[in-house]
């Protein structure tokens, strides 16, 4: 006596074939492999599509705290900036020198950010464990460039974005005002 067995056969007579062995007493149970892929494959799009929808939130975010805090630092060191315009340093200088901290905080956050998302993807796979299905703990390394690289171009539009803030202040009236 057979406990387990398995039958290939074209889709259009799966079904058929499925119903000819439930009718038949000596068989427990049917499963219709077809069915179980094509639900597994509805789940891998669905979750591809909150994946995605998870991403663009975190880009959104990033975009808007490094905009908030860069903005924050030009406005609070505009007497220093007024400073160092009034010394001679040419624009593109006075934005490097700006910049640089906020590309030196990307790359360090970029790096605990890294190292802490790792961590949070093994504890999300964790909490999503299923009978039928199992994932892996990959995470491949085009996806640590991939999201370097994204957090360091947003960096550089804020950037962009922010230069003119740091034109116009006037070292003038900058170095006037009264704190």
Not at 44 to 61: D, G, H, P, Q, Y
Not at 95 to 117: K, P, Q
Not at 129 to 155: E, N
Request: charged share 20%; glycine share 2%.
């Amino acid at each position: 006596s057979y406990q387990n067995a398995y039958a290939s056969t074209d889709k259009e007579d799966l079904y058929s074939v499925s119903a000819l062995l439930t009718n038949d007493d000596s068989v427990a149970s049917v499963t219709v492999l077809y069915d179980l892929r094509v639900m597994v494959d509805n789940m891998m799009e669905s979750l591809n599509r909150v994946v995605t929808l998870v991403i663009f939130c975190a880009a959104a975010l990033s975009f808007v705290v490094i905009y908030n805090l860069n903005n924050i630092n030009i406005t609070e060191r505009a007497r220093e900036i007024a400073t160092i315009k009034v010394l001679g340093f040419y624009p593109y200088e006075t934005e490097e020198y700006i910049f640089r901290e906020t590309l030196i905080l990307t790359a360090i956050s970029v790096i605990i950010g890294l190292g802490l998302g790792k961590l949070l993807h093994q504890f999300v796979m964790d909490q999503i464990r299923v009978d039928a299905v199992s994932f892996k703990y990959r995470i491949l390394w085009s996806s640590y460039f991939i999201g370097a690289a994204v957090t360091f171009v947003i960096t550089f539009l804020v950037n962009l974005m922010l230069r003119k803030k740091i034109d116009n202040i006037k070292p003038a009236e900058s170095l006037k005002s009264v704190e």
